[in-house]
Each structure stands twice: as C-alpha cells, then as structure tokens.
C-alpha cells in the first residue's frame, strides 16, 4: 500500500467561466467541489484504477467536516489529524481551452503537536510513503526532510521552494518537480531537454534516487543513474489541468511498486496525467479514461528539443 501525506489538504472549488473578465461580474457555466491537495490527489488516483492507498491528512471546522465526507463518498481510506484551524478552500477558474486560474488559501497554522501527530502518523506507515504539497503556515521548511530521513522505506517527494530544497539534502527515492521548480531548486533557467536533464542529474550526485520531472504539453522526463526516459501524450480537448502533475505521480508509484521498469513507469504516469488534464476540475482518471490516451516513449529523445510550456 502506498501512503500519502498531505500537511496543507484542501477543498478545491472548480468554476467553469466562458469569458474571464478581471473587474466585471462574471457568472459560471459550471462548478464542482473535489477533495484537494497533492497527496489527497495522489491517493485518489491511485484508488481510481484499483491500487492500494491511504491518505494522512490534517483537517478542521466545517471545511474539514467537508472534506472528510467527500473522502469517504470517493471511497478513500484516510487517517485525519484534528486540528484547532479550519482547513482552507482552494478556487480554480477554468475557461473552455482549459486555461486555468488558481487562488489558493494559505491554510491553517498548524500547533506543534499537531505536526507531530501528522509525523507519527507517517511513521507508522508501511511499504512506499508520498510527502506531498505545500505546507502549513508557520511550519519549518525541514519538516518533510526529517520525515524522509527517519522514515525506514522509500519515500518520493512533490513539493516547491524551501521545502523542497530541504528534502533533497534527506535524499529521498523519488522526487517530482515540474520545471518551474526544478529551475528553482538549482537556480537556473531550464529552456532545453538537456539542461533539465543536466539540472537532474545534479541531484542525483547529491543522493537522490530518481528525478521524474513533469513539462506539461512537452511531457515528462525520467532521470536516474541508469539514463533517461522522455514520455508525452497529446490532449486534443483540454478542460483543466488542475491535479494533473498529481495523476502522473500516481501513475508512476503505481507502476514502479508492482514491479515495471522506468520507461512502463513514466509512460503510465504520463496516459494518467494527460487523462487527468481532459477531466473537470480535479477530477482523477479511472481505467477507461486512461486506456483512450496514447503515449509516444523513447530513451533517446532529442536533448536539445526547446521545452514550450
């Protein structure tokens, strides 16, 4: 079984908006509430297409009460943390091209002893543990890099910024930035194939284990000691990319913890991925979903390709 902790989890809201007008009155073609945050996400793919999952989670006030009834009617096996706060609201305005705007709240401040009740909650994990999303305010950047560093099993990474640096100093199993974040975490621009995998194959001299990193419309990329994989799908009706780099991680944990190589690996993350962008909202794809997307893989891809999204 794989868990997923998510220290900041979310209500997503998804509104659908024909025509976005900043400073005019706008009315939603559609809306939807999902559960949200990186590992709630995770883990609901993962039980979508069958493979065994649970969540750990912080959750307070009426939106916590929320979340945890969405869980349950999504069939989700969850631990949650009682928290004082009130877990946070995250909303999502797509257009029809699937072009989406993010307003994300900052969520609760968590006490000391609730982050350590999420701690020991990990700790008691079996089998592949997924640290996942942003973190709660007020909590300190080394607080995944301390759970990677004492938990015993292997443990992937999906996080940004401060704490993201931090975890990797942990060297963690597996990590997935986007290039965005991988740009960041070594402080330069990554315009080509090549310079991602260059960027990559930094941190895997400093002990990380492998380094998936997701480039949207230009697909995913596998590094680790063994070469490189580049994976990508194309998706002909986008409606939102909201949980869609989530999806993908989903779909390589699944693969690489029932024995595939990396190449199956990425490719499955990728079809999951892609599912995932042509869904609402942060919808998750199932099994049929998945099976109409096609992936094109190689080994060999051309490193000097300039990335577009």
């Known amino acids: 079984m794989i868990t997923t902790l998510t220290p900041n989890p979310s209500i997503d809201r998804t509104m659908l908006v024909e025509n976005l007008l900043p400073g005019e009155v706008n009315r939603a073609a559609s809306?939807?509430?999902?559960?949200?945050?990186?590992?709630?996400?995770?883990?609901?793919?993962?039980?979508?297409?069958?493979?065994?999952?649970?969540?750990?989670?912080?959750l307070g006030g009426p939106d916590g009460e929320l979340l945890a009834s969405l869980l349950q009617d999504a069939g989700i096996p969850f631990d949650a943390i009682p928290i004082a706060g009130t877990t946070r609201t995250n909303m999502a305005i797509v257009d029809p091209t699937g072009t989406t705007t993010k307003v994300n709240e900052p969520g609760p401040e968590l006490?000391?002893?609730?982050?350590?009740?999420?701690?020991?909650?990990?700790?008691?994990?079996?089998?592949?543990?997924?640290?996942?999303?942003?973190?709660?305010?007020?909590?300190?950047?080394?607080?995944?890099?301390?759970?990677?560093?004492?938990?015993?099993?292997?443990?992937?990474?999906?996080?940004?910024?401060?704490?993201?640096?931090?975890?990797?100093t942990a060297k963690p199993w597996l990590i997935k930035p986007n290039r965005e974040e991988l740009s960041e975490l070594t402080g330069r621009e990554l315009p080509t194939l090549q310079a991602v995998v260059d960027a990559a194959r930094e941190l895997l001299a400093n002990g990380v284990g492998v380094v998936v990193v997701s480039l949207g419309s230009d697909g995913a990329l596998w590094v680790d000691p063994d070469g490189i994989h580049h994976a990508k799908a194309t998706v002909t009706e986008p409606r939102s990319t909201v949980g869609a780099g989530d999806c993908l991680l989903a779909g390589v944990l699944s693969a690489l913890t029932t024995g595939n190589d990396p190449a199956t690996a990425l490719s499955r993350g990728v079809a999951w991925g892609a599912a995932a962008v042509a869904l609402p909202g942060s919808a998750v794809p199932g099994p049929t979903d998945v099976t109409t997307v096609a992936v094109t893989s190689t080994h060999e891809p051309d490193l000097e390709t300039v990335l577009t999204d």
Do not use: W
């Open 31 to 58: 809306s939807r509430t999902d559960p949200g945050g990186k590992g709630v996400n995770v883990a609901r793919a993962l039980i979508r297409n069958g493979h065994p999952a649970r969540a750990i989670l912080p």
């Open 111 to 168: 006490s000391p002893n609730e982050m350590n009740q999420l701690a020991n909650a990990v700790g008691r994990a079996a089998g592949p543990v997924v640290l996942c999303g942003s973190l709660p305010p007020g909590t300190h950047d080394s607080f995944l890099a301390e759970m990677i560093a004492g938990y015993p099993g292997r443990v992937a990474v999906d996080t940004s910024g401060a704490p993201l640096a931090a975890a990797v």
